[in-house]
């Protein structure tokens, strides 16, 4: 291994959320642009390594730290190696990720990863020794986002950061501070400039992105309006977004529904517990029949929308009859394809204080539960697709090989057929002949 091959390449690894996964890609770019580094998929061969972390759970936090164990030895080898942490564990924890790895060189906040290569140029330099940057100055970190010219046919976006619900055990408010809204601006350049570079569908990202609004001296922009100057873009062929808040749609994002095909006919929207008695100490802000008349009005609007969800097994206080609240809400809305948790203290939030006199045992039981539930009602809707036609936009070649392609319907089911490289990037209409685990196989009409 010489020096230079070492000088070159930096290792990301990305835990967590769609949003850390656009914030990787942009430390990538900005990497590569600034520094003339460029991405390796082999840790002992890079001269940089870095951890994009999710502190959403107690587990997602624990994997920095064993991942960081393993760094440590690389960097025994080779004292050069700079060794940073970013992400949600970077502003939860602070200096205190120094203290228990102090081999750590730089702890960024994810509204501080586009200071990374000043920081790099610093501690290169040996003008600082290590650095903690954990502030909150969101918009500078859009300003300063610099593109490269590979798009892929579907791109992320982030809309907003941060969270200003406050529900009772989460962390993302304190890791990614309070709701501040990307200026539209910003929003439709990027667009367009992933458009250009051959992106056929967006993905719009933020923890509450229907609670986006933007506002300027001269402009005022709210989640629907944006939806329609973003549909307006051509050669954009779908939008979808994640994740949205029951409580903030309004008017606007259901004629958004009622006038723009290009939005998909899907859906994730959390709704954590089926009870309401859990729902008002999780500090939600809905009951079960409001998140329910969500759902209603947009079947009305839409009435082959299909819904997925998130869901929080064993918080404190859940009882059985709570529990069977949140299966009962599974079997009416038939969600499929879901996200389902156990309870995880988080330190920090108000849900720490309450009393947990959940079992461990009784929480892993219903979580098992649930999710086969959900999965049983997953194989449902993947069987009744079976004979159906669906329209697919054409992601590329599958990775199951045979000559397939894979794309997806517009519940996002990844779907793998049989078909010519030139319609990658186009919808095609596929009819659905198999299905295995989670995905369906089908052939090009
Ligand atoms: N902003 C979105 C998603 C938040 S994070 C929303 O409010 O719906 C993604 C999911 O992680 C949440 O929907 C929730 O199901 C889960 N989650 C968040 N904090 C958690 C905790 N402390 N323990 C277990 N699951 C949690
Ligand atoms: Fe966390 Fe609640 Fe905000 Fe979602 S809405 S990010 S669960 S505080
Ligand atoms: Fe995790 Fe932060 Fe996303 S805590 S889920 S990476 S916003």
């Not at 205190?96 to 102090?102: G, M, N, Q, S, T």
């Not at 100490?281 to 997925?308: D, H």
Request: hydrophobic letters at 35%; one cysteine or more; glycine letters at 6%.
């Amino acid at each position: 291994m010489t020096q230079t091959s070492l000088r070159k390449t930096f290792f990301l690894e990305t835990q967590g959320c769609q949003m850390n996964e656009y914030d990787s890609k942009v430390m990538t770019d900005i990497l590569n642009i600034e520094l003339g580094l460029s991405e390796t998929k082999d840790s002992k061969n890079a001269s940089l390594l870095i951890v994009n972390t999710c502190s959403i759970r107690e587990k997602s936090q624990e994997k920095v730290f064993s991942l960081l164990g393993v760094w440590k030895k690389i960097k025994e080898k080779n004292p050069n190696v700079i060794i940073g942490v970013t992400g949600c564990v970077a502003s939860q924890e602070g200096d205190l990720i120094r203290k228990r790895a102090p081999y750590v060189d730089i702890v960024l906040g994810p509204q501080s990863i586009h200071r990374l290569p000043n920081i790099i140029k610093k501690i290169k330099s040996k003008e600082e020794k290590n650095i903690i940057d954990i502030d909150f100055s969101v918009i500078e970190k859009f300003d300063s986002i610099k593109f490269k010219t590979d798009s892929k046919i579907s791109e992320f976006i982030t809309i907003m950061e941060g969270c200003s619900k406050y529900c009772s055990y989460c962390v993302v408010p304190y890791t990614r501070g309070t709701e501040v809204s990307r200026s539209l601006n910003s929003i439709l350049k990027e667009a367009k400039f992933f458009i250009s570079n051959g992106a056929k569908e967006l993905v719009l990202l933020g923890q509450n992105v229907n609670a986006y609004n933007y506002k300027s001296s001269n402009e005022i922009c709210d989640f629907g309006l944006l939806l329609f100057y973003i549909s307006q873009l051509s050669n954009l062929k779908r939008i979808r977004y994640t994740t949205s808040h029951p409580n903030n749609f309004s008017a606007s994002v259901y004629k958004a529904y009622q006038h723009i095909p290009k939005l998909v006919n899907h859906l994730h929207l959390p709704i954590q517990s089926g009870s309401d008695k859990i729902l008002a100490s999780m500090k939600r802000g809905y009951t079960v029949i409001e998140y329910k008349s969500v759902i209603k009005k947009l079947l009305e609007i839409r009435p082959s929308m299909t819904f997925s969800s998130d869901f929080i097994v064993g918080f404190p206080g859940e009882t059985d009859d709570d529990f069977q609240k949140t299966l009962d809400i599974i079997e009416e809305i038939n969600f499929d394809v879901s996200y389902s948790f156990v309870y995880s203290k988080r330190p920090g939030t108000p849900a720490t204080y309450y009393k947990d006199n959940v079992e461990d045992v009784v929480k892993k039981k219903r979580l098992h539960k649930l999710q086969d539930l959900l999965n049983k009602k997953l194989d449902t809707r993947l069987k009744n697709m079976q004979g159906s036609t669906q329209r697919i936009l054409v992601e590329g070649v599958s990775k199951k090989g045979d000559n397939l392609l894979t794309g997806r319907t517009e519940n996002n089911t990844v779907v793998n057929f049989k078909g010519k490289c030139n319609s990658i990037g186009n919808i095609v209409d596929v009819r659905i002949t198999d299905k295995s685990k989670n995905t369906l196989k089908g052939e090009i009409i």
